[in-house]
C-alpha cells in the first residue's frame, strides 16, 4: 500500500487555469506538508498542516490555498496559474513533534503553458 | 525558510568508489534525516537519526550525527550504479518549531 499518494502524477495546463492537487496518507501522521521542487531541484516547504489547522505558510503567494478535510487529507488548489508554478510539488506526512521522520509522496508535476 | 548547506553539490565517480557528502546548520538540530530521489520519484527515506554522535548504517550506507547538532554525514560504500540520485539530508529541531529543513542536495553520478 502506497503510504502517501497523491494525484494526479502529471498535469499540463493552460496559464490562467485553476487546478487542485489532491494527497492522502494511510500512515496515521497528523501533520501534513506540501513542498514545491523547483528546477534546481531545491526542496521548499510551502505549507504544513497539524490536525488539519494551518502551521506554516512560508510566502506563498494567496493563489496557493491549501485544504485539509480530515487528518488523513491535504489538498493544493492553485488559482489563476502561472509559468513560475512549473514544478514538482510533493505532498508529505509526518508525526507531529520532534525525533520523527516525514514521508513523501511520488510528486505532481505541473507544467503551466 | 532555512536552507541547510549540503556539499558536495554533485558528485561523478567510479563504480566502486566510497562515497562522502555531509550536510551543516546554523541552527541545532535533534533529528537528522537523509534521503535519496531518483529521477521521477519523491525523496525515499534512506537512515534516520535521533542522537548526537550516533552513527547509523543501512547497507553500504552510514550517516552520523554530528557532536555538535549541527551537521551529519553520509557515505556509501563501494559504489554501484543503481547508486545515482539526488541525495538530501534534513534536520528538524525543537528550537526551529519541529520543522524539517532541507539541504541543497547532492547528485550522485555512478560511471560504471
Known amino acids: 500500500d502506497t503510504a502517501v499518494s497523491q494525484t494526479p502524477k502529471y498535469l499540463v495546463t493552460q496559464m490562467g487555469n485553476d487546478k487542485s492537487i489532491k494527497c492522502e496518507q494511510n500512515l496515521g501522521h497528523d501533520t501534513m506538508y506540501w513542498y514545491k521542487q523547483d528546477s534546481k531541484k531545491f526542496l521548499k516547504i510551502m505549507f504544513s498542516?497539524?490536525?488539519?489547522?494551518l502551521i506554516i505558510n512560508e510566502t506563498v503567494p494567496n493563489r496557493f490555498s491549501p485544504k485539509s478535510p480530515d487528518k488523513a487529507h491535504l489538498n493544493l488548489h492553485i488559482n489563476s496559474l502561472e509559468l513560475g508554478d512549473s514544478a514538482v510539488y510533493f505532498c508529505a506526512s509526518s508525526s507531529w513533534g520532534s525525533g520523527n521522520t516525514i514521508y513523501f509522496g511520488e510528486g505532481s508535476w505541473l507544467t503551466v503553458v | 525558510g532555512q536552507q541547510l548547506n549540503q556539499s558536495p553539490q554533485s558528485m561523478f565517480i567510479q563504480e566502486g568508489e566510497d562515497v562522502s557528502m555531509n550536510c551543516t546548520s546554523s541552527s541545532i538540530f535533534n533529528t537528522w534525516l537523509w534521503y535519496k530521489q531518483e529521477p521521477g520519484e519523491g525523496p525515499v527515506l534512506l537512515i534516520a537519526?535521533?542522537?548526537?554522535?550516533e552513527l547509523t548504517s543501512n547497507g553500504r550506507l552510514t550517516a552520523q550525527f554530528g557532536i555538535t547538532r549541527k551537521d551529519s554525514f553520509l557515505n556509501i560504500s563501494a559504489s554501484i550504479p543503481s547508486d545515482v540520485g539526488i541525495y538530501f539530508c534534513a534536520g528538524q529541531g525543537s528550537n526551529t518549531g519541529n520543522q524539517f529543513y532541507f539541504g541543497t542536495g547532492t547528485s550522485l553520478t555512478v560511471i560504471p
Open positions: 498542516y497539524n490536525n488539519k489547522e
Open positions: 537519526l535521533y542522537k548526537a554522535g
